[in-house]
């Protein structure tokens, strides 16, 4: 144990540290090792220093890649005709006004589309429950109104 305490003084005091690996040469971690070597890691952290002057010799220091672009034509060249962005202005407000009654004539069908649906879900369920209880064999035998009670026939 005198062992363990030493290695972690010279370690915290010197950084001195010795990997002990296992017979194939795996490093173990056990936190709980009376073997200072499986307790602790140590990562050797490499400082990198750079000579700026070398770099800048080899490569472009500077950023280009977000430089402002500078435009060709003057901006007090660009003539702006306000009659005819008002006529295309007018033609898309035409043409999202027409869109738009579209959408809600689309919308008001698929809601009475689903209604229908529904509708017909409903008696299909109550057929098939009737059909299960024995009081017919196909959908003729019911009427074709709620609640789709069995429809007597008459016999010859």
Not at 6 to 28: A, E, L, S
Not at 29 to 52: E, H, I, M, V
Not at 54 to 76: H, R
Not at 88 to 111: F, R, W
């Amino acid at each position: 144990m005198a062992e363990f305490s030493v290695n972690i003084q010279n370690f915290q005091r010197y950084g001195i540290y010795i990997y002990k690996p296992d017979d194939v040469g795996n490093f173990i971690f056990n936190s709980s090792s009376a073997d200072f070597s499986r307790a602790y890691f140590a990562f050797p952290l490499q400082n990198f220093l750079y000579n700026d002057d070398k770099i800048a010799s080899f490569y472009d220091v500077n950023f280009t890649e977000f430089a402002p672009t500078i435009p060709a034509t003057p901006i007090s060249s660009v003539v702006v005709n306000t009659d005819e962005m008002q006529q295309q202005l007018d033609v898309v407000t035409q043409e999202n006004t027409e869109l738009k009654s579209q959408l809600d004539l689309l919308i008001s069908q698929t809601n009475t589309f689903q209604q229908d649906s529904q509708d017909l879900a409903n008696k299909q369920v109550i057929l098939e429950l009737r059909k299960s209880l024995g009081q017919g064999r196909v959908n003729s035998d019911f009427s074709e109104d709620f609640p789709y009670a069995p429809v007597r026939k008459e016999k010859p």
